[in-house]
């Protein structure tokens, strides 16, 4: 890996994001969020106006804080999808106005692989002090001999598992830069389905992280949910059903009574328990198909630590996860760190014609080839 510094931005959806790294070595990683609370979702016009705003900053505190400049930097990297595409178009203006006015290559990412990749980053001595006083007092014990080595050292092919509030996606990566999509959700993402299970029952959006503390404390098997997608033959999950069905069971309890504290700690524990049980019973059959040596989680979701225990047990695999909660969700560390394998692969643009011939890919699948 070369000891090259990137700029990446990341604009795919409701974070203005911009980070500096080195490889697989993060010196900063800025996320400026916005608040869609009172709308219970992402408004894409909302989200818009939010970047134009925010991306510039960003961009300054990354460099700022990894204390670099432009002229320090070997490339910009950006998202040119998947995501929200008023969003996206935010992020790639200013990142080829950047590379314009520096005379720098610009390399554009898909963010689905960023998200693949994101337990690869490792934290630069700085955040590391930082971040393992957080993996301590979050009392996490097992994972924390999986912090990624440098990538020559790591097995492949290995499964990568995205879920956010956007995706679930199952990725076989045979190498870096060689993927397949197995699986994919075909309604609603984990993260979505669990976000609308706690507006059911009036949790803050988005409800993953509530869901998670509250499900620790009651029976994961008082509500049983039936498993979607068992009988499908093939690696894709569903949550809609599961969706409906919650609503279905909380409507008949409201019509009696007001939910107990224990009744809405036990629909958490079982809600969670039915999606993530989904998912493992697909990463259980697409372990029974292909090879991996490891399992890469990456998202939103990758922050819960049922759904890492729950993956480790059933494939007996090692789980490798982003090394901070900024990491697991939408971040522009992600995208540097992707870029910087594009970048030793000489995958990026440096004529004028090349950067203006860009245009954000609201739908890009992590597999496509052009
Ligand atoms: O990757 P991300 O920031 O962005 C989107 O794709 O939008 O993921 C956000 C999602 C939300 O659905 C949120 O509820 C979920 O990640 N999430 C969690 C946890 N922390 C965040 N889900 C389960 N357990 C958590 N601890
Ligand atoms: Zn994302």
Request: charged share 20%; with cysteine.
């Amino acid at each position: 890996m070369q000891n090259s510094l990137i700029l990446a931005i990341d604009t795919s959806c409701d974070d203005s994001s911009a980070a500096v790294v080195r490889g697989q070595e993060v010196l900063s990683n800025i996320i400026s969020s916005q608040s869609h609370a009172e709308y219970g979702g992402v408004f894409p016009t909302v989200a818009k106006q939010e970047h134009v705003k925010n991306t510039r900053p960003v961009v300054d505190q990354a460099l700022k804080t990894a204390g670099a400049n432009f002229s320090d930097l070997a490339a910009i990297a950006v998202t040119q999808g998947p995501g929200l595409a008023p969003a996206l178009e935010v992020g790639i203006a200013i990142a080829k106005e950047l590379a314009l006015e520096h005379h720098l290559p610009l390399i554009s990412v898909n963010h689905i692989e960023g998200h693949a990749l994101s337990p690869l980053a490792r934290p630069s001595d700085k955040l590391l002090e930082k971040n393992l006083d957080a993996l301590k007092q979050s009392g996490e014990t097992i994972f924390d001999r999986y912090f990624a080595k440098p990538v020559e050292q790591m097995e492949f092919p290995t499964l990568s598992i995205v879920v956010s509030g956007g995706h679930t996606d199952f990725i076989l990566i045979e190498k870096i830069g060689v993927y397949h999509r197995l699986g994919y959700t075909l309604d609603d993402a984990a993260g979505e389905a669990l976000d609308k299970f706690g507006r059911e029952l009036g949790l803050t959006y988005p409800a993953g992280a509530e869901i998670e503390q509250l499900a620790k404390q009651g029976n994961s098997h008082k509500y049983p949910f039936p498993i979607p997608m068992t009988t499908s033959g093939n690696f894709n999950v569903s949550f809609s059903g599961l969706k409906t069905a919650v609503k279905t069971m909380i409507e008949k309890m409201h019509a009696n009574h007001e939910l107990t504290n224990q009744e809405k700690i036990d629909l958490c524990s079982s809600f969670q328990y039915a999606v993530f049980h989904a998912i493992t019973y697909k990463v259980q059959k697409i372990q029974a198909h292909y090879h991996f040596s490891t399992i890469f989680l990456g998202g939103g979701v990758a922050a819960n630590h049922s759904l890492r225990y729950a993956l480790h047990q059933a494939t007996e695999r090692p789980i490798y996860v982003p090394y901070s909660m900024d990491l697991c969700r939408d971040n522009a560390a992600m995208i540097g760190l992707v870029a910087s394998f594009k970048l030793e692969r000489g995958e990026v643009l440096t004529s004028e014609v090349a950067m203006n011939g860009i245009e954000r890919l609201p739908k890009w699948r992590v597999d496509a080839t052009d």
